[in-house]
Protein backbone atom coordinates (compact mmCIF):
# COMPACT_ATOMS: atom_id res chain seq x y z
CA UNK A 1 0.00 0.00 0.00
CA UNK A 2 1.44 3.19 -1.01
CA UNK A 3 1.54 5.99 1.76
CA UNK A 4 1.93 9.48 1.57
CA UNK A 5 4.94 11.59 3.73
CA UNK A 6 2.31 13.07 5.99
CA UNK A 7 0.63 9.55 6.79
CA UNK A 8 3.94 8.35 7.37
CA UNK A 9 5.15 11.69 9.77
CA UNK A 10 1.98 10.87 11.75
CA UNK A 11 2.45 7.24 12.35
CA UNK A 12 6.23 7.87 13.21
CA UNK A 13 5.07 10.39 15.74
CA UNK A 14 2.46 8.54 17.38
CA UNK A 15 4.83 5.53 17.40
CA UNK A 16 7.23 8.03 19.22
CA UNK A 17 4.21 9.54 22.17
CA UNK A 18 3.07 5.76 22.65
CA UNK A 19 6.96 5.06 23.50
CA UNK A 20 7.29 8.16 25.76
CA UNK A 21 4.00 6.95 27.58
CA UNK A 22 5.56 3.67 28.15
CA UNK A 23 8.41 4.88 28.97
CA UNK A 24 8.07 8.24 30.94
CA UNK A 25 6.90 6.27 34.50
CA UNK A 26 9.91 4.53 34.27
CA UNK A 27 12.50 7.65 34.13
CA UNK A 28 10.50 9.60 36.75
CA UNK A 29 11.22 7.35 39.04
CA UNK A 30 14.75 7.02 38.18
CA UNK A 31 15.21 10.72 38.67
CA UNK A 32 13.03 10.87 41.60
CA UNK A 33 15.62 8.20 43.22
CA UNK A 34 18.27 10.96 43.03
CA UNK A 35 15.76 14.02 43.97
CA UNK A 36 17.22 15.74 47.46
CA UNK A 37 12.76 16.57 48.16
CA UNK A 38 11.58 13.76 50.23
CA UNK A 39 8.27 14.74 48.59
CA UNK A 40 8.01 14.00 45.00
CA UNK A 41 7.32 17.40 43.50
CA UNK A 42 7.59 18.38 39.85
CA UNK A 43 10.50 19.60 39.04
CA UNK A 44 13.08 17.62 40.83
CA UNK A 45 14.59 19.89 43.67
CA UNK A 46 18.51 19.13 43.27
CA UNK A 47 20.44 16.22 43.01
CA UNK A 48 22.08 13.49 45.91
CA UNK A 49 23.16 9.62 46.43
CA UNK A 50 21.93 10.12 49.88
CA UNK A 51 18.77 8.01 49.74
CA UNK A 52 21.14 5.04 47.71
CA UNK A 53 23.36 5.07 51.07
CA UNK A 54 20.15 4.70 53.00
CA UNK A 55 18.66 2.09 51.22
CA UNK A 56 22.24 -0.04 51.17
CA UNK A 57 22.26 0.27 55.29
CA UNK A 58 19.14 -1.05 55.76
CA UNK A 59 19.01 -4.28 56.37
CA UNK A 60 15.70 -5.26 55.95
CA UNK A 61 16.42 -4.35 52.04
CA UNK A 62 19.16 -6.39 52.06
CA UNK A 63 17.03 -9.33 53.68
CA UNK A 64 14.41 -8.67 51.04
CA UNK A 65 16.44 -8.33 48.44
CA UNK A 66 18.18 -11.71 48.91
CA UNK A 67 15.28 -13.58 49.67
CA UNK A 68 13.77 -12.41 46.42
CA UNK A 69 17.22 -13.47 44.65
CA UNK A 70 17.22 -16.78 46.05
CA UNK A 71 13.31 -17.61 45.08
CA UNK A 72 14.03 -16.48 41.80
CA UNK A 73 17.00 -18.80 41.32
CA UNK A 74 14.82 -21.66 42.55
CA UNK A 75 11.73 -21.02 40.57
CA UNK A 76 14.21 -20.78 37.70
CA UNK A 77 15.83 -24.00 38.81
CA UNK A 78 12.52 -26.13 38.86
CA UNK A 79 11.17 -24.12 35.72
CA UNK A 80 14.06 -24.74 33.27
CA UNK A 81 13.62 -28.93 34.70
CA UNK A 82 9.77 -29.14 34.38
CA UNK A 83 9.98 -26.87 31.09
CA UNK A 84 12.40 -28.65 29.33
CA UNK A 85 10.98 -31.99 29.82
CA UNK A 86 7.56 -30.75 29.09
CA UNK A 87 8.85 -29.00 25.56
CA UNK A 88 10.54 -32.75 24.59
CA UNK A 89 7.66 -35.03 25.61
CA UNK A 90 5.28 -32.51 23.23
CA UNK A 91 7.79 -31.95 20.52
CA UNK A 92 8.84 -35.60 19.93
CA UNK A 93 5.83 -38.07 20.78
CA UNK A 94 2.33 -38.17 19.59
CA UNK A 95 0.26 -38.96 22.48
CA UNK A 96 -3.21 -38.43 23.79
CA UNK A 97 -3.65 -35.43 25.37
CA UNK A 98 -1.05 -33.43 23.48
CA UNK A 99 -2.33 -30.47 23.10
CA UNK A 100 -3.83 -30.34 26.86
CA UNK A 101 0.10 -30.24 28.41
CA UNK A 102 0.59 -26.76 26.30
CA UNK A 103 -2.57 -25.71 28.02
CA UNK A 104 -2.13 -26.93 31.13
CA UNK A 105 1.51 -25.45 31.03
CA UNK A 106 -0.26 -21.63 30.44
CA UNK A 107 -2.90 -22.22 32.70
CA UNK A 108 -0.85 -20.34 35.77
CA UNK A 109 0.17 -17.67 34.13
CA UNK A 110 -3.27 -17.05 31.86
CA UNK A 111 -5.69 -17.36 34.87
CA UNK A 112 -6.20 -13.84 36.46
CA UNK A 113 -3.39 -14.19 39.33
CA UNK A 114 -5.62 -13.53 41.93
CA UNK A 115 -6.84 -16.85 41.41
CA UNK A 116 -3.67 -18.59 41.25
CA UNK A 117 -2.51 -16.59 44.35
CA UNK A 118 -5.26 -18.12 46.48
CA UNK A 119 -5.86 -21.33 45.30
CA UNK A 120 -1.83 -21.78 46.08
CA UNK A 121 -2.25 -20.40 49.68
CA UNK A 122 -5.12 -22.67 50.48
CA UNK A 123 -3.27 -25.49 49.14
CA UNK A 124 -0.30 -24.74 50.96
CA UNK A 125 -2.38 -24.26 54.49
CA UNK A 126 -4.39 -27.57 54.09
CA UNK A 127 -1.24 -29.63 53.79
CA UNK A 128 0.48 -27.47 56.10
CA UNK A 129 3.21 -26.02 54.66
CA UNK A 130 4.60 -23.04 56.64
CA UNK A 131 4.84 -20.47 54.13
CA UNK A 132 8.37 -18.84 53.33
CA UNK A 133 10.81 -19.63 50.83
CA UNK A 134 9.73 -22.73 49.92
CA UNK A 135 6.23 -21.46 49.27
CA UNK A 136 7.59 -19.26 47.05
CA UNK A 137 10.02 -21.42 44.85
CA UNK A 138 6.35 -23.60 44.01
CA UNK A 139 4.29 -20.92 43.57
CA UNK A 140 6.84 -19.09 41.14
CA UNK A 141 7.82 -22.07 39.49
CA UNK A 142 4.03 -22.72 38.68
CA UNK A 143 3.73 -20.04 36.37
CA UNK A 144 7.61 -19.64 35.20
CA UNK A 145 7.46 -22.98 33.56
CA UNK A 146 5.88 -21.67 30.62
CA UNK A 147 8.82 -19.59 29.47
CA UNK A 148 10.93 -22.78 29.49
CA UNK A 149 8.69 -24.64 27.67
CA UNK A 150 7.52 -22.08 25.34
CA UNK A 151 11.44 -21.23 24.57
CA UNK A 152 12.21 -24.65 23.85
CA UNK A 153 9.61 -25.70 22.08
CA UNK A 154 9.95 -23.48 19.54
CA UNK A 155 13.86 -23.77 19.11
CA UNK A 156 12.73 -27.63 19.13
CA UNK A 157 10.47 -27.06 16.10
CA UNK A 158 13.23 -25.08 14.46
CA UNK A 159 16.00 -27.16 14.42
CA UNK A 160 16.15 -30.64 12.19
CA UNK A 161 16.30 -34.01 13.53
CA UNK A 162 18.56 -34.83 10.99
CA UNK A 163 21.53 -34.15 12.88
CA UNK A 164 21.02 -36.24 15.76
CA UNK A 165 19.95 -39.59 13.36
CA UNK A 166 23.39 -38.47 11.60
CA UNK A 167 25.09 -38.47 15.38
CA UNK A 168 23.24 -41.95 15.61
CA UNK A 169 24.31 -43.31 12.61
CA UNK A 170 28.23 -42.63 12.92
CA UNK A 171 27.63 -44.23 16.22
CA UNK A 172 27.14 -42.46 18.97
CA UNK A 173 24.44 -43.67 21.86
CA UNK A 174 21.22 -41.50 23.22
CA UNK A 175 23.32 -39.66 26.15
CA UNK A 176 26.61 -38.96 23.69
CA UNK A 177 23.52 -37.75 20.88
CA UNK A 178 22.21 -35.61 23.61
CA UNK A 179 25.16 -34.05 24.90
CA UNK A 180 27.38 -32.96 22.01
CA UNK A 181 23.88 -32.19 19.33
CA UNK A 182 20.76 -31.83 20.93
CA UNK A 183 21.68 -29.57 23.94
CA UNK A 184 24.01 -27.50 22.30
CA UNK A 185 21.36 -26.69 19.79
CA UNK A 186 19.20 -26.04 22.82
CA UNK A 187 21.39 -24.11 25.21
CA UNK A 188 20.73 -20.25 24.03
CA UNK A 189 16.97 -21.35 24.04
CA UNK A 190 16.97 -22.63 27.68
CA UNK A 191 19.44 -19.82 28.83
CA UNK A 192 16.78 -16.51 27.68
CA UNK A 193 13.56 -19.25 29.15
CA UNK A 194 15.65 -18.90 31.87
CA UNK A 195 16.34 -15.34 32.17
CA UNK A 196 12.68 -14.52 31.77
CA UNK A 197 11.64 -17.35 33.82
CA UNK A 198 14.02 -15.30 36.43
CA UNK A 199 12.85 -11.91 35.91
CA UNK A 200 9.43 -13.32 36.22
CA UNK A 201 9.93 -14.65 39.26
CA UNK A 202 11.95 -11.46 40.56
CA UNK A 203 9.51 -9.41 39.45
CA UNK A 204 5.82 -10.84 40.64
CA UNK A 205 4.22 -9.44 43.58
CA UNK A 206 0.36 -10.85 43.04
CA UNK A 207 0.82 -14.32 44.02
CA UNK A 208 3.76 -13.83 46.30
CA UNK A 209 1.71 -11.38 48.89
CA UNK A 210 -0.61 -14.34 48.87
CA UNK A 211 2.34 -17.36 49.81
CA UNK A 212 5.26 -15.59 51.12
CA UNK A 213 3.49 -15.33 55.35
CA UNK A 214 5.45 -12.39 57.40
CA UNK A 215 8.76 -13.14 54.37
CA UNK A 216 9.35 -9.63 52.28
CA UNK A 217 10.38 -10.59 48.69
CA UNK A 218 11.87 -7.06 47.21
CA UNK A 219 8.17 -6.18 45.71
CA UNK A 220 6.96 -6.86 48.84
CA UNK A 221 9.00 -4.99 50.22
CA UNK A 222 8.10 -1.61 48.27
CA UNK A 223 4.03 -2.57 48.96
CA UNK A 224 4.78 -2.47 52.92
CA UNK A 225 6.94 0.58 52.60
CA UNK A 226 5.18 2.86 49.62
CA UNK A 227 2.52 4.45 52.14
CA UNK A 228 5.33 5.83 55.12
CA UNK A 229 5.68 9.27 54.11
CA UNK A 230 9.35 9.33 55.69
CA UNK A 231 10.64 6.21 53.06
CA UNK A 232 9.64 7.67 49.95
CA UNK A 233 12.74 8.62 49.13
CA UNK A 234 14.56 5.26 49.83
CA UNK A 235 10.99 3.32 48.41
CA UNK A 236 11.79 5.19 45.08
CA UNK A 237 16.12 3.86 45.47
CA UNK A 238 14.59 0.12 45.88
CA UNK A 239 11.96 0.78 42.95
CA UNK A 240 15.27 1.61 41.00
CA UNK A 241 16.83 -1.89 41.83
CA UNK A 242 13.78 -3.70 41.22
CA UNK A 243 13.44 -2.81 37.91
CA UNK A 244 16.85 -3.02 36.88
CA UNK A 245 16.95 -6.64 38.25
CA UNK A 246 14.64 -7.57 36.04
CA UNK A 247 14.90 -5.43 33.01
CA UNK A 248 18.32 -6.90 32.73
CA UNK A 249 17.73 -10.59 32.56
CA UNK A 250 14.92 -9.67 30.05
CA UNK A 251 17.31 -7.74 27.79
CA UNK A 252 19.85 -10.27 27.46
CA UNK A 253 17.21 -12.87 26.96
CA UNK A 254 16.29 -10.91 24.04
CA UNK A 255 19.67 -10.39 22.57
CA UNK A 256 20.38 -14.03 23.27
CA UNK A 257 17.21 -15.82 21.31
CA UNK A 258 15.11 -14.34 18.80
CA UNK A 259 12.31 -16.81 20.41
CA UNK A 260 12.37 -14.89 23.51
CA UNK A 261 11.31 -11.54 22.15
CA UNK A 262 7.82 -11.66 20.63
CA UNK A 263 6.36 -14.15 22.85
CA UNK A 264 3.60 -12.70 25.02
CA UNK A 265 3.52 -14.48 27.88
CA UNK B 1 40.47 -49.25 39.38
CA UNK B 2 38.52 -45.75 38.71
CA UNK B 3 39.17 -47.09 34.97
CA UNK B 4 36.76 -49.95 35.54
CA UNK B 5 34.74 -48.23 37.10
CA UNK B 6 34.03 -46.01 34.97
CA UNK B 7 33.80 -48.79 32.40
CA UNK B 8 31.29 -50.40 33.98
CA UNK B 9 29.39 -46.97 34.66
CA UNK B 10 29.00 -46.58 30.84
CA UNK B 11 27.89 -49.68 30.06
CA UNK B 12 25.16 -49.22 32.36
CA UNK B 13 24.56 -45.73 30.41
CA UNK B 14 24.47 -47.30 27.41
CA UNK B 15 22.61 -50.28 27.90
CA UNK B 16 20.05 -47.80 30.03
CA UNK B 17 20.60 -45.82 26.69
CA UNK B 18 19.31 -48.89 24.34
CA UNK B 19 16.35 -49.86 26.78
CA UNK B 20 14.73 -46.70 26.79
CA UNK B 21 15.24 -46.36 23.04
CA UNK B 22 13.61 -49.44 22.45
CA UNK B 23 10.81 -48.13 25.01
CA UNK B 24 9.42 -45.08 23.65
CA UNK B 25 6.63 -45.32 25.80
CA UNK B 26 8.97 -45.29 28.85
CA UNK B 27 10.62 -42.72 27.84
CA UNK B 28 7.59 -40.55 27.23
CA UNK B 29 6.75 -41.41 30.65
CA UNK B 30 9.41 -40.36 32.10
CA UNK B 31 9.52 -36.82 30.04
CA UNK B 32 5.93 -36.61 30.80
CA UNK B 33 5.61 -37.40 34.57
CA UNK B 34 7.88 -34.75 36.35
CA UNK B 35 6.04 -31.43 34.33
CA UNK B 36 2.93 -33.01 34.33
CA UNK B 37 2.73 -34.71 38.03
CA UNK B 38 3.98 -31.12 39.01
CA UNK B 39 1.32 -29.12 37.25
CA UNK B 40 -1.55 -31.57 37.69
CA UNK B 41 -1.05 -31.88 41.66
CA UNK B 42 0.37 -28.42 42.65
CA UNK B 43 -1.87 -26.21 40.34
CA UNK B 44 -5.00 -27.89 39.72
CA UNK B 45 -4.69 -29.65 42.87
CA UNK B 46 -5.19 -26.36 44.55
CA UNK B 47 -7.67 -25.00 42.12
CA UNK B 48 -10.00 -27.89 42.78
CA UNK B 49 -9.14 -27.37 46.99
CA UNK B 50 -9.91 -23.98 46.75
CA UNK B 51 -13.63 -25.09 44.37
CA UNK B 52 -14.41 -27.20 47.65
CA UNK B 53 -13.30 -24.39 50.04
CA UNK B 54 -16.02 -22.30 48.41
CA UNK B 55 -18.61 -24.64 49.38
CA UNK B 56 -17.49 -24.15 53.17
CA UNK B 57 -18.38 -22.00 55.51
CA UNK B 58 -17.10 -19.39 57.70
CA UNK B 59 -18.17 -18.66 61.48
CA UNK B 60 -17.35 -15.28 62.15
CA UNK B 61 -18.53 -16.11 65.89
CA UNK B 62 -15.98 -18.70 66.47
CA UNK B 63 -13.33 -17.35 63.71
CA UNK B 64 -13.31 -20.25 62.16
CA UNK B 65 -14.01 -22.16 58.98
CA UNK B 66 -16.66 -25.05 59.33
CA UNK B 67 -16.20 -27.99 56.76
CA UNK B 68 -20.09 -28.70 55.80
CA UNK B 69 -20.99 -28.13 52.04
CA UNK B 70 -23.16 -24.87 52.05
CA UNK B 71 -24.29 -22.62 49.00
CA UNK B 72 -24.41 -19.72 51.52
CA UNK B 73 -21.00 -17.97 50.32
CA UNK B 74 -22.55 -18.51 46.42
CA UNK B 75 -25.88 -17.07 47.81
CA UNK B 76 -24.26 -14.00 49.34
CA UNK B 77 -22.29 -12.60 45.93
CA UNK B 78 -25.23 -13.07 44.15
CA UNK B 79 -27.58 -11.11 46.48
CA UNK B 80 -25.32 -8.75 48.47
CA UNK B 81 -25.35 -5.57 46.07
CA UNK B 82 -20.99 -5.15 47.22
CA UNK B 83 -20.29 -7.67 45.15
CA UNK B 84 -22.62 -7.40 42.28
CA UNK B 85 -21.30 -4.00 42.15
CA UNK B 86 -17.67 -4.52 42.82
CA UNK B 87 -17.53 -7.37 39.65
CA UNK B 88 -19.67 -5.22 37.14
CA UNK B 89 -17.22 -2.63 37.59
CA UNK B 90 -14.22 -4.97 37.54
CA UNK B 91 -15.79 -6.68 34.27
CA UNK B 92 -16.86 -2.85 32.95
CA UNK B 93 -12.81 -1.68 33.82
CA UNK B 94 -11.63 -4.61 32.22
CA UNK B 95 -13.39 -4.03 29.09
CA UNK B 96 -12.58 -0.49 28.59
CA UNK B 97 -8.82 -1.40 29.18
CA UNK B 98 -9.02 -3.96 26.31
CA UNK B 99 -10.51 -0.92 23.77
CA UNK B 100 -8.09 2.00 25.29
CA UNK B 101 -5.03 -1.21 24.71
CA UNK B 102 -6.37 -1.88 21.26
CA UNK B 103 -6.63 1.84 20.18
CA UNK B 104 -3.14 2.58 21.28
CA UNK B 105 -1.76 -0.60 19.98
CA UNK B 106 -2.74 -0.44 16.81
CA UNK B 107 -0.51 2.24 15.69
CA UNK B 108 2.83 1.18 16.71
CA UNK B 109 2.50 -2.26 15.70
CA UNK B 110 1.32 -1.17 12.19
CA UNK B 111 4.41 1.11 12.41
CA UNK B 112 6.82 -1.64 13.60
CA UNK B 113 5.11 -4.60 11.09
CA UNK B 114 4.83 -2.60 7.99
CA UNK B 115 6.74 1.04 7.92
CA UNK B 116 9.90 0.88 10.16
CA UNK B 117 12.99 -0.56 8.83
CA UNK B 118 14.57 -3.85 9.64
CA UNK B 119 16.56 -2.62 12.55
CA UNK B 120 13.79 0.11 13.55
CA UNK B 121 11.73 -2.94 14.07
CA UNK B 122 14.31 -5.03 16.31
CA UNK B 123 15.20 -2.29 18.31
CA UNK B 124 11.31 -1.24 18.72
CA UNK B 125 10.52 -5.34 19.58
CA UNK B 126 12.99 -5.17 22.44
CA UNK B 127 11.43 -1.72 23.79
CA UNK B 128 8.12 -3.24 23.73
CA UNK B 129 9.04 -6.46 25.14
CA UNK B 130 11.48 -5.21 28.17
CA UNK B 131 8.74 -3.47 29.75
CA UNK B 132 6.12 -6.55 29.62
CA UNK B 133 8.27 -8.68 31.32
CA UNK B 134 9.69 -6.28 33.83
CA UNK B 135 9.29 -3.64 36.60
CA UNK B 136 5.11 -4.37 37.14
CA UNK B 137 4.68 -3.24 40.90
CA UNK B 138 7.62 0.00 40.31
CA UNK B 139 5.48 1.29 37.60
CA UNK B 140 2.49 1.32 38.93
CA UNK B 141 4.28 2.38 42.07
CA UNK B 142 5.50 5.51 39.95
CA UNK B 143 2.37 6.12 38.89
CA UNK B 144 0.87 6.76 42.36
CA UNK B 145 3.73 9.04 42.17
CA UNK B 146 2.48 10.70 39.13
CA UNK B 147 -1.22 10.86 40.04
CA UNK B 148 -0.47 12.50 43.40
CA UNK B 149 -1.94 15.65 44.37
CA UNK B 150 0.66 18.16 43.02
CA UNK B 151 2.24 15.54 41.66
CA UNK B 152 4.30 15.26 38.55
CA UNK B 153 0.58 15.43 36.24
CA UNK B 154 -0.76 17.96 38.34
CA UNK B 155 1.93 20.35 37.31
CA UNK B 156 2.31 19.32 34.03
CA UNK B 157 -1.19 19.88 32.99
CA UNK B 158 -1.76 23.14 35.10
CA UNK B 159 -0.12 25.69 32.27
CA UNK B 160 -3.26 24.09 30.09
CA UNK B 161 -5.69 24.96 32.81
CA UNK B 162 -6.29 21.08 33.88
CA UNK B 163 -5.82 18.39 36.25
CA UNK B 164 -4.81 14.72 36.62
CA UNK B 165 -7.35 12.64 37.71
CA UNK B 166 -5.67 11.83 41.04
CA UNK B 167 -6.22 8.76 43.00
CA UNK B 168 -9.39 7.53 41.50
CA UNK B 169 -11.08 4.40 39.10
CA UNK B 170 -10.43 6.66 36.10
CA UNK B 171 -6.70 6.32 37.62
CA UNK B 172 -7.66 2.73 37.93
CA UNK B 173 -8.32 2.12 34.61
CA UNK B 174 -5.45 4.19 33.23
CA UNK B 175 -3.14 2.25 35.00
CA UNK B 176 -4.30 -1.23 33.93
CA UNK B 177 -4.12 0.26 30.07
CA UNK B 178 -0.69 1.66 30.33
CA UNK B 179 0.42 -1.78 32.08
CA UNK B 180 -1.01 -3.84 29.75
CA UNK B 181 -0.71 -2.12 26.53
CA UNK B 182 2.86 -4.42 25.72
CA UNK B 183 0.46 -7.48 25.51
CA UNK B 184 -1.70 -5.83 22.96
CA UNK B 185 1.08 -4.35 21.05
CA UNK B 186 3.39 -8.02 20.23
CA UNK B 187 0.33 -10.01 18.93
CA UNK B 188 -1.12 -7.12 16.56
CA UNK B 189 2.59 -6.69 15.54
CA UNK B 190 2.62 -9.98 14.61
CA UNK B 191 -0.76 -10.45 13.28
CA UNK B 192 0.07 -7.47 10.98
CA UNK B 193 3.08 -8.92 9.87
CA UNK B 194 1.59 -12.14 8.63
CA UNK B 195 -0.73 -10.11 6.08
CA UNK B 196 1.00 -10.88 2.67
CA UNK B 197 1.55 -7.15 0.98
CA UNK B 198 0.14 -8.23 -2.29
CA UNK B 199 -3.26 -8.53 -0.45
CA UNK B 200 -3.14 -4.57 0.41
CA UNK B 201 -1.81 -4.01 -3.10
CA UNK B 202 -4.41 -6.06 -4.39
CA UNK B 203 -7.08 -3.34 -2.30
CA UNK B 204 -5.10 -0.81 -4.03
CA UNK B 205 -5.33 -1.88 -7.38
CA UNK B 206 -9.21 -2.11 -7.00
CA UNK B 207 -9.53 1.14 -6.24
CA UNK B 208 -9.24 0.80 -2.20
CA UNK B 209 -8.41 4.24 -0.64
CA UNK B 210 -6.48 3.62 2.38
CA UNK B 211 -9.27 4.51 4.92
CA UNK B 212 -11.32 1.43 3.12
CA UNK B 213 -8.11 -1.28 2.99
CA UNK B 214 -7.60 -0.67 6.40
CA UNK B 215 -11.20 -1.08 7.33
CA UNK B 216 -12.28 -4.04 4.59
CA UNK B 217 -8.71 -5.67 4.53
CA UNK B 218 -6.73 -5.31 7.40
CA UNK B 219 -9.21 -4.91 10.24
CA UNK B 220 -10.57 -8.40 9.23
CA UNK B 221 -6.74 -10.06 9.15
CA UNK B 222 -5.80 -9.04 12.38
CA UNK B 223 -8.84 -9.47 14.60
CA UNK B 224 -7.90 -12.75 16.06
CA UNK B 225 -4.71 -10.93 16.87
CA UNK B 226 -6.40 -7.91 18.50
CA UNK B 227 -8.61 -11.25 20.31
CA UNK B 228 -5.60 -13.09 21.68
CA UNK B 229 -3.93 -9.59 23.00
CA UNK B 230 -7.11 -9.47 24.79
CA UNK B 231 -7.23 -12.57 26.47
CA UNK B 232 -4.23 -10.81 28.32
CA UNK B 233 -5.31 -7.14 28.65
CA UNK B 234 -8.69 -8.95 30.43
CA UNK B 235 -7.06 -11.50 32.71
CA UNK B 236 -4.87 -9.45 33.85
CA UNK B 237 -7.52 -6.95 34.71
CA UNK B 238 -9.52 -9.34 36.38
CA UNK B 239 -6.77 -10.84 38.44
CA UNK B 240 -5.30 -8.00 39.82
CA UNK B 241 -5.77 -5.88 43.78
CA UNK B 242 -2.14 -4.50 43.68
CA UNK B 243 -2.77 -1.43 40.99
CA UNK B 244 -6.21 -0.78 42.51
CA UNK B 245 -4.68 -0.50 46.14
CA UNK B 246 -2.13 1.86 44.79
CA UNK B 247 -4.01 4.29 42.70
CA UNK B 248 -8.01 3.99 43.18
CA UNK B 249 -8.17 5.59 45.97
CA UNK B 250 -10.33 3.34 47.66
CA UNK B 251 -12.64 2.06 44.86
CA UNK B 252 -12.64 -1.65 45.11
CA UNK B 253 -11.90 -4.29 42.13
CA UNK B 254 -12.81 -8.27 42.38
CA UNK B 255 -9.20 -8.90 43.37
CA UNK B 256 -9.54 -6.47 46.67
CA UNK B 257 -12.16 -8.39 48.10
CA UNK B 258 -10.52 -11.46 47.41
CA UNK B 259 -7.20 -10.39 49.37
CA UNK B 260 -8.49 -8.67 52.17
CA UNK B 261 -11.51 -11.78 52.72
CA UNK B 262 -8.17 -14.49 52.78
CA UNK B 263 -6.05 -11.71 54.54
CA UNK B 264 -7.50 -9.80 56.84
CA UNK B 265 -10.60 -11.18 57.71
CA UNK B 266 -9.70 -14.90 56.94
CA UNK B 267 -12.73 -15.99 55.47
CA UNK B 268 -11.26 -18.71 53.30
CA UNK B 269 -14.20 -19.67 51.74
CA UNK B 270 -16.22 -16.32 50.73
CA UNK B 271 -12.83 -15.39 49.10
CA UNK B 272 -12.85 -19.04 47.10
CA UNK B 273 -16.46 -18.18 45.84
CA UNK B 274 -15.36 -14.67 45.13
CA UNK B 275 -12.83 -15.74 43.19
CA UNK B 276 -15.11 -17.87 41.09
CA UNK B 277 -16.22 -14.71 39.53
CA UNK B 278 -12.94 -14.09 37.37
CA UNK B 279 -12.53 -17.74 36.66
CA UNK B 280 -15.79 -18.16 35.15
CA UNK B 281 -15.81 -14.48 33.42
CA UNK B 282 -12.63 -15.85 31.85
CA UNK B 283 -13.64 -19.25 31.04
CA UNK B 284 -16.74 -17.81 28.94
CA UNK B 285 -14.11 -15.39 27.29
CA UNK B 286 -11.77 -17.98 26.41
CA UNK B 287 -14.39 -20.00 24.78
CA UNK B 288 -15.59 -17.07 22.89
CA UNK B 289 -12.04 -16.71 21.85
CA UNK B 290 -12.01 -19.58 20.65
CA UNK B 291 -14.50 -19.87 18.27
CA UNK B 292 -13.13 -16.64 16.39
CA UNK B 293 -9.76 -18.84 16.11
CA UNK B 294 -7.80 -16.18 18.43
CA UNK B 295 -6.01 -19.26 19.74
CA UNK B 296 -3.46 -19.81 16.49
CA UNK B 297 -2.21 -16.27 16.87
CA UNK B 298 -1.38 -16.61 20.72
Redesign the interface.
Known amino acids: MERSPAARLLLRLTTAAILLFIYLPIVLIVVYAFNTNRVPTWPPAGFTLEWFGRAAQSSEIRASLSLSIQAAIGATLVALVLGTLAAFAVHRFSFFGRETVSFLVILPIALPGIVTGIALATAFKTIGVQFGLLTIVVAHATFCVVTVYNNAIARLRRTSRSLEEASMDLGADTWQTFRHVTFPSLRTALLAGGLLAFALSFDEIIVTLLVAGPQQTLPIWIFNNYLRPNQAPVVNVVALLAIALSVIPVYLASRISSEAAGVPR | MTGTATAAHRAF ?2 RL ?2 A ?2 RR ?1 RL ?2 GL ?2 G ?3 G ?3 I ?6 V ?2 LI ?1 AFWRYDAFIGRVVTQPTLDNFVQIVTASVFRDVAVRTVLTAGAVTIADAV ?1 AF ?2 A ?3 AR ?1 ASHRTRNI ?16 V ?6 L ?1 N ?3 LD ?2 LAPIGLRGPGLSDVSAWLVFS ?1 LW ?3 MI ?2 I ?2 GLERIP ?1 SL ?2 A ?2 DLGAR ?1 ST ?1 FRRVILPLTLPAVIA ?1 S ?2 TF ?2 T ?5 TPS ?1 VAGGTQF ?2 NI ?2 EN ?2 VVGN ?1 PL ?2 AY ?1 CV ?2 VV ?1 LIYLLLARRTGAFES ?1
Not at chain 2, 42 to 47: I, K, M, R
Not at chain 2, 126 to 139: C, E, F, I, N, Q
Not at chain 2, 238 to 242: A, I, R, S, T
Open positions: GRATLYPQLLLPPLALVAYLGALLLNIPIYYMVLVVAVVLPLWSGYLVKYAWRVMLGGFSVYLPYLPYAGLESAATGIFSLLGDYVLIGVFIGTAAAPIML
